[in-house]
C-alpha cells in the first residue's frame, strides 16, 4: 500500500513495477499449453517395451542399533543418574513393602 503510494506521488504507473511474469499476458500464455484429461485406460498409450517400475530395497544397516539417539549440539549433555533414596521397597510377588521378592 506504501508503495503504490509512493508511485502515485511520483506520478508513475504502478505496472512498471511489477515483474513480467505477474502480467496477464504471461499467465495466458502459461494456462494456453494445459494438459488434457483422459477418459480412462482405453485412451491410455501403451508402453510394453517398458520395463516395470519396482520398489527399492530396504538395507538394513550393519551393526547393533543403537538405543539412544544423538544429542543435537544445542542440548545439554547430562550424565546424572537419578537415586532411589526415599524410594519403598516392594516385593514382586506379595506386594508389601520392606522388602523385596529375595528376601
Not at 502459461?30 to 483422459?38: E, K, T
Not at 543403537?66 to 506386594?95: F, H, I, N, W, Y
Amino acid at each position: 500500500m506504501y508503495a503504490l503510494v509512493v508511485i502515485h506521488l511520483k506520478d508513475e504507473f504502478p505496472e512498471t513495477y511489477v515483474q513480467t511474469w505477474y502480467t496477464k499476458q504471461t499467465q495466458l500464455q502459461i494456462d494456453s499449453n494445459f494438459i488434457r484429461p483422459v477418459r480412462g485406460p482405453k485412451q491410455w498409450a501403451s508402453l510394453s517395451n517398458m520395463l516395470p517400475i519396482l520398489s527399492p530395497t530396504l538395507r538394513r544397516p550393519l551393526g547393533r542399533p543403537a538405543k539412544v539417539g544423538r544429542k543435537e549440539l544445542d542440548e545439554p549433555q547430562t550424565t546424572e543418574r537419578l537415586s532411589k533414596r526415599g524410594v519403598d521397597m516392594r516385593c514382586s510377588k506379595c506386594k508389601r513393602i520392606s522388602h523385596n521378592k529375595r528376601s
